[in-house]
């Protein structure tokens, strides 16, 4: 994993959630995303917790969209930290036995970034 994300952060506007998008696909769904194509397995548990974000935004009535997402990344992040269940340091490299033994909150913020490659947000 690499670089920092500000899970503080609130963006209020499109180009503040693009740029907390880009902060957490640098700090975890790069290395998140190119462990699950070469994992099958994982790849089904992103694709299962993408389609629990999809759920979760519909379900307050907003549309997946760089706001909505950034905004749910940062919820995630914080629930985790609330639980005693900090994220990863940012790390030079990730590697698979990582990704294979990875908690749901960061499946879910690799699933965050799933959805933005998707939707080209990031």
């Not at 902060?23 to 299962?48: K, N």
């Not at 917790?49 to 009535?61: F, K, N, Q, W």
């Not at 760089?66 to 994220?87: D, E, F, K, V, W």
């Not at 340091?89 to 036995?97: F, I, R, Y």
Request: hydrophobic share 50%; net charge negative; charged share 20%.
């Amino acid at each position: 994993m690499s670089s920092t994300y500000d899970a503080t952060a609130n963006p209020t506007t499109t180009t503040d959630a693009r740029t907390a998008l880009d902060e957490l696909m640098a700090w975890v769904g790069v290395d998140g995303l190119v462990a699950a194509l070469g994992t099958p397995g994982l790849l089904a548990e992103i694709d299962q917790h993408s389609a629990a974000v999809r759920d979760a935004i519909a379900a307050v009535g907003r549309e997946v969209d760089a706001l909505s997402l950034s905004r749910y990344a940062r919820s995630i992040a914080a629930a985790a930290q609330r639980m005693g269940r900090p994220l990863p340091e940012p790390s030079p490299t990730g590697t698979e036995t990582q990704w294979a033994s990875a908690d749901w909150h960061l499946l879910r913020l690799v699933a965050v970034c799933a959805i933005a490659v998707d939707a080209d947000l990031v």
